[in-house]
């Protein structure tokens, strides 16, 4: 059963690891599944076919067999859940992971990611340092609670699970920020999974797809 994926043909965070099919592929490194990545250009992503995959026109999508999914976070429970590494088997266990992966969507990354939209699109606008002032301030509320949850665990709970792997997908969104800094062990928390081989694998994959674009801009 062949995976096939689909990812930025030229991925607007410039091979930082940051666009959303790098958790799909971390997670499917993390199992040892085998999978092909359809690139797709932003004019694609508008086209019939992508939307029939997508109906909001995004990446990545999970096609294996007659299996069709969109939403990264969905595509790593799908993957997660047919494998006790990312998931575990006991039932409490198993259900507190599950927690985590939607902390993380739900909850951690929203000011995160708006944080990250208002650099982009407001960053001229006379008010945007106020403004970000706001935004950091309700980051800051998320990860004061994450840190003390954390403590000096290696991992949220216990052994390493797909809740960690999406946690630290979103953390990684405030590199090059001075706040992750703040937490010494949310700082070290992510670079415990940025170590690990199945997310290096992920990660040179995608950087590979955006050296190959720079030769054909």
């Known amino acids: 059963m062949t995976i096939t994926i689909t990812a930025f043909e030229r991925s607007p965070d410039r091979g930082k690891g940051l666009a959303r099919d790098m958790r799909v592929r971390w997670a499917l490194e993390e199992v040892g599944r085998p999978y092909d990545v359809r690139l797709v250009s932003f004019e694609a992503m508008k086209q019939p076919d992508h939307l029939a995959r997508s109906p909001f026109g995004q990446i990545p999508t999970y096609e ?56 982009i699109l407001e960053r001229d606008e006379p008010w945007f340092e106020q403004r970000l002032q706001v935004l950091e301030a309700n980051i800051r509320k998320r990860l004061d609670g994450l840190s003390t949850r954390l403590g000096d665990a290696e991992w949220l709970d216990g052994a390493f699970t797909a809740g960690d792997l999406l946690m630290v997908s979103v953390l990684r969104r405030l590199h090059g920020s001075t706040i992750l800094e703040d937490y010494p062990n949310l700082l070290a928390y992510v670079g415990r999974g940025e170590a690990r081989p199945a997310y290096k694998r992920a990660f040179e994959a995608q950087r590979a ?9």
């Open 209 to 217: 797809v955006f050296e190959a674009s720079k030769g054909t801009a």
């Open 64 to 119: 294996e067999e007659d299996l069709v999914l969109f939403e990264s976070g969905a595509i790593v429970f799908h993957i997660a859940e047919r494998h006790a590494s990312l998931l575990p088997s006991e039932r409490d266990a198993r259900a507190r992971a599950i927690n985590w992966m939607f902390a993380a969507l739900d909850t951690v990354e929203p000011p995160i990611f708006e944080r990250t939209l208002a650099q």
